[in-house]
């Protein structure tokens, strides 16, 4: 079974530009999540997708960021514009569609480096 | 609300000693508890979790960890570490209503540097 695709790995971009992650879910996963890890921290959920509706944005700064899942399926993550304390590591994550599998499965991540 | 406190952020064994990752967590709601393992440049993988039954969790590569409520923890063990074990260690919690459904967002500590010496 493939896991959970990501890409770009490595992306460095200079502050007030645009930049996009995409994600793939392994298949036939119903949720899919978003977190931001900064360097030294845990990550932290940006937003949650149960199919293609948003079920928790609650921490994503919505003036800057913003993402998408068309379909159900594939995800992606849009900052506009970046700046410095956005540089992180974007991990996209799914889970399966039974709620008491509580296991999310992870992708490799993005690094962003904003200059 | 959840929150996980882990104590230390970087701790170092000898190989073949033993391995302890402190984990304490908050939650309002009864906790599923997860232990995540991440080498260098790779994404989080799964070492155990918690959901209901059994308190003492077996886990992938010889680790395991046990569901404290009176402590409010979920220490992370393994008996001998070896070298390979040398990663970052992140406690997470989540929680679930009356029917088991958990509410998917994890909370995650910020994580615990372990270092491996020969």
């Known amino acids: 079974e493939a896991g959970v695709a990501q890409s770009p790995r490595y992306k460095i971009i200079e502050k007030r530009q645009s930049v996009a992650f995409w994600c793939n879910p392994i298949?036939?996963?119903?949720?899919l999540y978003w977190y931001q890890q900064i360097l030294g921290q845990g990550p932290k959920l940006l937003i949650q997708?149960?199919?293609?509706?948003?079920?928790?944005d609650s921490q994503l700064p919505k003036d800057r960021f913003s993402a998408e899942r068309l379909k159900g399926v594939d995800s992606t993550l849009k900052i506009q514009p970046a700046k410095l304390e956005d540089s992180a590591v974007y991990l996209c994550?799914?889970?399966?569609?039974?709620?008491?599998?509580?296991?999310?499965?992870f992708g490799p991540g993005t690094r962003l480096t904003v200059l | 609300a959840q929150s996980v406190t882990q104590l230390g952020s970087h701790v170092s064994v000898s190989e073949g000693a033993l391995v302890l990752l402190r984990c304490n967590y908050s939650s309002s709601v009864p906790p599923y508890l997860f232990w995540y393992v991440q080498y260098p440049n790779q994404g989080l993988q799964l070492l155990l979790k918690?959901?209901?039954?059994?308190?003492l969790v077996k886990g992938i590569n010889g680790f395991e960890a046990e569901f404290k409520k009176s402590e409010t923890s979920f220490h992370l063990t393994k008996p001998s570490a070896h070298m390979s074990d040398a990663a970052e260690y992140f406690c997470a919690v989540t929680g679930a209503n009356a029917g088991g459904t958990s509410y998917g967002k994890l909370t995650f500590g910020q994580g615990t540097i372990l270092t491996v010496h020969p």
């Open positions: 918690y959901t209901t039954g059994a308190t």
């Open positions: 298949s036939g996963h119903a949720t």
């Open positions: 994550a799914s889970r399966p569609r039974d709620y008491r599998t509580d296991t999310q499965y």
């Open positions: 997708f149960q199919n293609n509706g948003v079920v928790d």
